[in-house]
């Protein structure tokens, strides 16, 4: 076991300033700022809580610190043969565990491995009035109590302070292999329907600029039976390719804002905006540099719904919000956690 | 308790005398769930057929204040279905219809009381299923999965219902209707489908379901492995999954389990092994070869007396047959079963069955063990004769304690089966009570009056201070002669 335990450290701090009503904004590697509203707050940093408390590879499972950098984690994962199974972006060396599932963002693999919330077992978080409390486990199969734990993934803190998290962790494969194909949008489309419909290991898929890239992983048989039924040429360093995608340093992103997220059924033709897409997770995730709200309406028609991920200044409003009767929930929910109001207040929505 | 006449009289001009049952003699069938220790004849019992009678219902019990436990077909295991006094019995099994398979976006949209099996069977001539197959899966209701967030022999590689759910329409107690989750994944805002999946229809009724269908496997094997010893057994487990293999199930049965097992189905179990290990390998042909060699090694190098291969789909079926019988067979060596449901973290597999033999011993009552290994989740049998003086309390009392000793090592008192009226006491060990309150604020934030499944899955702070009170450590009551409740 390595790292500090500041749980005392945030605790006095959370309680200090839930006395004083005084606005949290929760930082860990402050790397995902970008995203969500502006918070204004004084800062609560999570990054001397830290270190990983337990990891067996024979339980598939890794409990850490919330401050504990994601870096730290995926290299003791790989040490062992595993990893991530959601391979979360992490927007900068300083990415920790804690805001990793609190924005709840997952990578290319998030088409084969479903969301990060799937990977959530356990949690031990600072409610916003200061109590410590812990929710689901470490263990695949848990269903004592309202399954709390996984409801804060993606909740941006709003709910919580996330001291602990368990998540489930799955072994590498044993070979993986790149291939990139010619297709235009319509047609990689079609493509990618089909592929997902056969039991191919298809672990990650993007396509930008007429051409389509596909991720394989299994033995090198299988991954030579793959190339001979669907062709292509091998991506030599597809790590890297794929590390450019998930990390937004593909040539796509550059100096492109404001970014929009599309989140759209996976065939969905897409009412062509005046910009060509970035295209993910065989299509339920796509990108596009465009200034202009009317993003949102296409995303609705489309049915699915946009997200404001990057922008040049603050935004007010970053995600789409959802019914009226979830909202109700949202705001339930958020007085049972945080009564006072004081962790991320607004990160979500204006009164969220 | 006789039923209120304008609560009955307002049903049955709702539904109609075809969906409303009031007479004991009709109403008793409803009396339990799968846990039949405890039963209950309802009240009034109604039998919706579609969205908007439920809704009607749920509004009618509103203003009447009466509770309302939903039931699917009545096969939990934990007495979440058990009728609660002056109140109404929700059953869905009329609500059967599969209302959409699409094979583009791989899902199926159904209604609450289609069965899980339903599910696979319309999705196969797609090359597709539904992935979770929790063991009652020819009966049980996709509504009562969502309910007890089921899980089944195939959750290490496919997840539970969680992990296979996308969105779910409930009907809330003011009979409203509300969309949670999303066909994409992932919907806007908080993620709130978690919180429904597995709440024992205390926060709303599930009227509809979307679910995630996967491609049917090109290739599956089945290892069987017997050993000597229990614990080399649970320690092969360990030693398959870090060694990088996700088997597609991971099943385990202790002797006595065995023996039952190929008494009564005949799969070939070796009579005088300690322990055997089912171990189903599935994907890609090539990916399932390799994985076949290296377990099958694996399975040796830890000990194993015999490793076998299925040599066909036939004889797969035969070594599955038993394990899927297990719980009948055992269930003919004794009068009564009482089945457990913790779940530990693997690395604890051998000394915890170790324990529970001990504990077994001290309490004079059979232990069989047969469970989903891959996953850490035990089902330990206990046997015992319900109409011997105290044995029911003794087998509850050896129950209470095998679920301590999961909480003890780091894992939960249920995995599977819910807490429902069953594990109401084990759960104080589990949870504090901060815990505790705010899973019953989470209640009241859905259900501010309590009339949704009243009494189930959270026990009240003052229950637990009984229960603190009536257990010391070791198990010991200090007034075993007082019933408990």
Not at chain 1, 228 to 256: K, L, Y
Not at chain 2, 290 to 311: F, H, K, M
Request: glycine residues 10%.
């Amino acid at each position: 076991m390595t790292g500090h335990d500041g749980t005392a450290e945030i605790t006095d701090r959370v309680r200090e300033a839930t006395a004083r009503r005084t606005p949290l904004r929760i930082v860990g590697g402050d790397t995902k700022r970008f995203l969500g509203r502006e918070v204004a707050g004084e800062a609560l940093r999570t990054t001397g809580h830290t270190g990983i408390v337990s990891y067996d590879p024979a339980e598939l499972v890794l409990t850490a610190r919330g401050g504990t950098p994601l870096r730290e984690i995926e290299a003791a994962l790989a040490e062992h043969g595993q990893r991530l199974p959601f391979e979360p972006p992490s927007f900068g060396d300083a990415a920790t565990v804690g805001g990793t599932v609190a924005c709840g963002l997952a990578g290319p693999a998030r088409a084969a491995s479903g969301p990060l919330r799937d990977y959530v077992l356990g949690v031990r978080i600072l409610s916003g009035d200061g109590r410590a409390l812990r929710f689901g486990g470490e263990v695949m199969k848990n269903v004592a109590g309202y399954d709390v734990a996984r409801t804060m993934a993606g909740a941006f803190g709003t709910l919580g302070v996330l001291l602990d998290v368990s998540l489930k962790v799955l072994p590498r494969p044993p070979a993986v292999r790149t291939l990139s194909l010619s297709f235009d949008q319509a047609g990689a489309l079609a493509e990618l329907e089909r592929l997902s419909r056969t039991a191919l290991p298809l672990t990650a898929s993007c396509w930008t600029g007429g051409s389509l890239t596909l991720r394989f992983e299994g033995t090198e048989r299988t991954l030579d039976e793959v190339q001979r039924r669907i062709g292509g040429t091998i991506v030599e360093d597809g790590t890297e390719f794929w590390r450019s995608v998930r990390e937004h340093a593909h040539p796509f992103f550059a100096a492109r804002t404001p970014l929009w997220r599309l989140h759209v059924p996976a065939a969905a033709s897409v009412s062509t905006p005046p910009v060509e897409p970035l295209i993910e997770w065989n299509g339920l995730q796509r990108w596009y540099a465009l200034d202009s709200t009317s993003i949102l309406a296409i995303a609705a028609a489309a049915g699915g719904h946009a997200t404001l991920f990057r922008c040049a200044g603050p935004a007010e409003s970053v995600f789409t919000r959802p019914a009226e009767a979830a909202v109700r929930l949202h705001a339930s929910l958020k007085t049972i956690f945080d009564p006072a109001g004081i962790l991320n207040p607004g990160r979500m929505y204006p009164d969220f | 308790m006789r039923p209120d006449t304008t609560l009955l009289r307002e049903l049955l001009a709702a539904l109609g005398p075809d969906a409303v049952l009031s007479a004991p003699e009709s109403c008793v069938a409803f009396e339990c769930d799968a846990l039949t220790a405890h039963r209950r004849t309802p009240d009034l019992v109604v039998l919706p057929r579609n969205t908007a009678e439920i809704q009607a219902v749920l509004r009618i019990a509103s203003t009447h204040g009466a509770p309302v436990v939903a039931r699917g077909a009545g096969t939990g295991l934990s007495g979440g279905a058990l009728p609660v006094a002056g109140g109404i019995l929700l059953v869905l099994s009329r609500l059967n219809r599969i209302l959409e398979v699409d094979p583009q976006r791989r899902l199926a949209r159904v209604q609450p009381g289609v069965t899980n099996l339903a599910i696979s069977e319309a999705a196969a001539p797609h090359g597709l299923f539904y992935a979770p197959d929790p063991s009652s899966q020819v009966a049980c209701t996709i509504g009562g999965n969502v309910a007890e967030n089921s899980g089944g022999v195939h959750c290490l590689k496919y997840g539970l219902t969680v992990h296979n759910l996308l969105e779910v329409r409930v009907a809330t107690c003011d009979g409203e209707l509300l969309t949670i989750g999303s066909p994409l994944g992932e919907a806007p805002g908080l993620s709130l489908l978690p919180l429904l999946t597995g709440s024992e229809g205390m926060l709303g009724v599930v009227v509809e379901a979307t679910v995630r269908l996967v491609p049917l496997p090109e290739r599956v094997e089945l290892v069987m492995a017997s050993f000597d010893e229990v614990a080399r057994c649970a320690d092969a487990v360990g030693h398959i999954v870090a060694s990088g293999i996700v088997p597609a199930g991971l099943e385990m049965m202790d002797g006595l389990a065995l023996r039952a097992a190929e008494a009564f189905a005949k799969c070939g179990y070796p009579q005088d092994a300690a322990a055997v290990l089912l171990c189903e390998l599935d994907g890609l042909d090539h990916d399932v070869q390799q994985q076949l060699e290296d377990a099958t090694g694996l399975l040796r190098r830890s000990g194993a007396t015999t490793v076998r291969v299925a040599t066909d789909a036939a004889e797969r079926a035969r070594m599955w047959s038993g394990r899927k019988a297990a719980f009948p067979a055992v269930g003919r060596l004794a009068p009564d079963y009482y089945c457990m449901d913790g779940t530990i973290p693997r690395r604890h597999l051998a000394t915890v069955l170790g324990r529970i033999e001990a504990m077994s011993r001290v309490a004079g009552l059979p232990v069989a063990n047969v469970f989903h290994a891959g996953d850490g989740n035990l089902h330990p049998l206990i046997l015992f004769d319900a109409g011997r003086p105290g044995e029911l309390e003794r087998a509850e009392r050896l129950g209470a304690d095998i679920l301590e000793l999961c909480v003890a090592v780091g894992g939960t008192v249920t995995g599977e089966h819910g807490v429902g009226i069953e594990k109401l006491g084990p759960m104080c060990t589990q949870f504090g009570p901060a815990e505790l309150e705010v899973f019953h604020a989470i209640k009241r934030a859905f259900d501010p009056h309590g009339r949704l499944n009243p009494g189930k899955a959270v026990p009240t702070l003052a229950r637990c201070a009984d229960y603190g009170a009536m257990r010391v450590h070791g198990g010991k009551l200090p007034h075993a002669h007082l019933p408990r409740f």
